[in-house]
């Protein structure tokens, strides 16, 4: 492989992988508070990106560049519909057990995982009602081709990138690490790891733990609508990809330790490039099978994460 090949594939696996670490940290986020895997996030992914979709561009959507007015208001349905969605997966999810949390732990893990699941199953089923094309071009809002005249940046060696590659790149690490500094130092974040370590003396101390938690959803759908954003224009989109996403977000969060919110995001950098590497070595069709192939041997290995 030479350097230009070898950048290339290293710069798009990294921009890859960081838009995973958002989506790791979702799975992080809710997995440190409650112990249960968010099963419907990568799906929340997907659908709050063919919300915008939906509500900007219609049920025929076509590739197309969006006014400023439109491209703002695009992204704010994104963000708005991924926090919702995930808020509202949670609420319906989670509302029956959440006298469990208050008492410590989830007890019936089996009804929260199933519930989950058919959340997750069921944006999939009414998406594929609204839009029945096997993929959809979608818009990008934020226009980071045009941050390059030619819509490429040139690498060392002879190698090139879409302009959006590293500029991706970049605002899912800004996003990723600004969203671990607030959830390490702000009051929410020192709610949730009330809740996690010991719910009866947060309740105690004036924590609701009820409330926190399905705070939690609704961040994490938060960043899910960002991973959108950033991830969705620069391929075709399908409604069904929130499923192989989700998974690859489950091996990045268990690669860096399950709980770590600074490990959900190097876990997510590690899969990226991996996956790149794969794809450039072996061909695009491998491109699915290093993230279910490592989370398949996590969860034989170390179901609890490596940093545990």
């Known amino acids: ?10 710069v798009g696996g990294l921009a890859t992988g960081a838009v995973l670490g958002l989506v790791a940290l979702g799975f992080t986020l ?10 419907a996030h990568g799906d929340v992914v997907v659908a709050a990106v063919f919300t915008g979709v939906l509500v900007v561009l219609g049920r025929t959507p076509v590739a197309t560049t969006l006014a400023p007015g439109p491209a703002v208001g ?3 349905l ?14 319906l999810a989670v509302r029956p057990h959440l006298a469990d949390v208050t008492r410590g732990r ?21 998406l594929g009602l609204l839009l029945p094309q096997e993929a959809y071009a ?22 090139s990138l879409p302009a959006r590659v590293p500029a991706v790149l970049v605002l899912a690490v800004v996003v990723g690490v600004a969203a671990e500094r607030l959830l390490v130092r702000s009051r929410f974040g020192r709610a949730l790891r009330a809740v996690a370590d010991d719910p009866d003396a947060a309740a105690l101390c004036g924590v609701p733990a009820r409330r926190v938690v399905l705070l939690a959803f609704v961040f994490a759908g938060l960043l899910a609508g960002i991973a959108g954003l950033l991830d969705a224009p620069g391929r075709a989109l399908s409604v069904d990809d929130g499923v192989v996403l989700g998974l ?3 091996a990045a969060a268990l690669l860096g330790g399950l709980g770590s919110l600074r490990g959900a995001l190097a876990g997510g950098l590690v899969v990226g490039v991996a996956q790149s590497l794969a794809v450039t070595q072996l061909g695009a069709e491998y491109s699915d099978v290093v993230p279910l192939g490592l989370l398949v041997a996590l969860l034989c290995l170390r179901p609890e994460g490596l940093r545990r």
């Open 1 to 10: 492989m030479d350097l230009g090949v070898l950048l290339q594939a290293l």
């Open 30 to 39: 809710v997995a440190g508070t409650v112990r249960v895997l968010h099963l």
């Open 74 to 76: 695009f992204a704010l």
């Open 78 to 91: 994104v963000l708005a519909a991924g926090a919702v969605l995930s808020g509202a997966a949670g609420w």
């Open 106 to 126: 989830a007890t019936d893990v089996v009804g929260w995982v199933a519930a989950l699941v058919a959340a997750g199953l069921l944006l999939r089923e009414v």
């Open 138 to 159: 979608v818009p990008d809002p934020l226009r980071l081709d045009a941050l390059s005249g030619s819509g490429v940046f040139a690498l060392p060696g002879g190698g």
């Open 248 to 250: 690859a977000g489950i």
